[in-house]
């Protein structure tokens, strides 16, 4: 049998009110400080509006704390404290398509980020599309659509790429500055058409997805062209180690551990399982990237221009095709996290697992002719 509680003396209950109101105030002080680090994104656009920063401030910070963080994260509650500048709206369309003995409907929804000031795409020079950049007679496909950075192994191709386009070469090593790699490089030494090197594509430091790539070694690739080759530039797409929801790029590759120039990074966001895209996730993949000591220069956003086929997702789906608004509010998204990225990258001009790509649609290649000119 339990005991029955005593009565509180009058003193007793003094101090039991004192602590709860010290308690509260130290809860209401912790939440004020979560809403000044989660919605200063929000707070930023609505002055960029035009309202008053004392006004706006006091707005956004009321609503979140009275509704929580999701109003300034999302609806992951991902976004960390950063956003693109401008106001959201949730859009819904459904499309029916019919085939012979069956109908299938599918809805797709989307955040949709109204940029304010400053434009809709990242400000860059150089486009980059792989993947079957050269048709049967040697040309050179994607410059109909403005790509101006061409994906090679070659010097003949290099070479013979037209005026104004450059080239990124694609090395696929990770052995260090071996004689292997440096025959691999030095017939490029020199050449005026030569953007740089593509050393790998989503390198693995810990051996467990992708052959082992050591970060020394790919820093000993660096510096040799660095070294050898003046002027180019060392790039590879970088791995998530966490989910494209909350992924993480420590312990890796940044600038301090391989001298690298560039990192791509990939955080695709239509998918089936979502029923459209989730931009929210290319915002959480720049400030992964920054935790993990990838200055905002460094960083080329990687859009994505592919869907269907065989490529499955981390979300238990498959990647959508983006339709041409849903590709434009990608590239506005970019825009907002990296404004001036050296060379940006559209994945994939050339279809790769029986997906749809770029050379196949002329919605997205209108799109894109639009961006890069």
Request: with cysteine.
């Amino acid at each position: 049998m339990r005991e029955r509680p005593t009565a509180l003396g009058f003193a007793s209950l003094l101090t039991l009110l004192a602590a709860l109101h010290v308690a509260r105030s130290a809860d209401a002080a912790s939440v004020a400080r979560q809403c000044r680090r989660a919605c200063r994104g929000e707070i930023a656009a609505c002055v960029d509006g035009g309202g008053h920063h004392r006004a706006c401030r006091k707005s956004v910070l009321g609503r979140c704390k009275q509704d929580g963080l999701t109003v300034c994260q999302g609806a992951d509650g991902l976004n960390n404290g950063r956003r693109p500048k401008g106001s959201t709206t949730t859009t819904t369309t459904t499309t029916t398509t019919t085939q012979p003995g069956a109908t299938t409907t599918t809805t797709r929804s989307a955040v949709t980020t109204t940029t304010l000031a400053g434009g809709g795409s990242p400000a860059t020079g150089l486009h980059y599309a792989p993947n079957h950049n050269f048709d049967s007679s040697g040309s050179y496909a994607p410059a109909r659509t403005g790509f101006n950075l061409a994906d090679l192994s070659g010097v003949s191709t290099l070479n013979a790429l037209p005026s104004g386009v450059k080239g990124l070469v694609w090395l696929g090593l990770c052995n260090g500055a071996d004689s292997n790699f440096i025959n691999a490089v030095k017939p490029f030494i020199g050449n005026p058409k030569l953007f740089g090197f593509y050393l790998m594509d989503e390198p693995d430091p810990t051996g467990q997805w992708n052959p082992l790539c050591p970060a020394a070694n790919l820093l000993a690739e660096s510096d040799w062209i660095h070294a050898n080759v003046p002027g180019a530039k060392t790039f590879i797409a970088l791995m998530n180690f966490g989910s494209t929801k909350s992924p993480t790029y420590a312990n890796t590759y940044n600038p301090a551990n391989s001298h690298i120039d560039l990192y791509g990074l990939d955080p695709y966001p239509c998918r089936s399982e979502l029923g459209g895209c989730d931009y929210n996730r290319i915002t959480v993949a720049v400030a992964a990237a920054e935790a993990a000591g990838i200055p905002l220069g460094s960083i080329v956003p990687v859009y994505q221009a592919f869907g269907g086929g065989n490529w499955s997702d981390d979300g238990g789906g498959y990647y959508l095709f983006p339709t041409a608004s849903e590709e434009q509010q990608i590239l506005a998204t970019w825009a907002g996290l990296v404004p001036s990225p050296v060379f940006d990258y559209a994945y994939s001009w050339g279809s790769q697992n029986s997906d749809q790509a770029l050379e196949s649609s002329t919605e997205l290649q209108a799109v894109f002719a639009a961006h890069n000119q």
